[in-house]
């Protein structure tokens, strides 16, 4: 998953793990990436960490506190 409130920069990095093989999900800040992680499990998160909403230092902590071991 990648979690970047930057259009272009949440589409290039998606865009380069695709062509390396990788099924890529996206959300634009942390709430919506919490959503989108209750639906699926993510074996790995590149995570910006200045965002709205919910940012990515804040996302890393609940996810932690629920147990959640995702690199």
Known sequence: MVVDD?????AAVGRALR???YEV???????LAL????YFAADLIVLD????TLDGL???AHLRSNGE???
């Not at 960490?49 to 709205?52: A, F, G, R, S």
Request: without cysteine; proline residues 10%; glycine residues 10%.
């Open 35 to 38: 959503e989108a992680l209750s």
């Open 69 to 71: 071991r995702v690199p």
């Open 58 to 60: 804040g996302l890393l």
């Open 49 to 52: 960490v200045m965002m709205p």
């Open 6 to 10: 930057d259009p272009a920069l949440l």
């Open 19 to 21: 062509l390396d093989g």
């Open 25 to 31: 999900r996206q959300a634009a800040d942390g709430a």
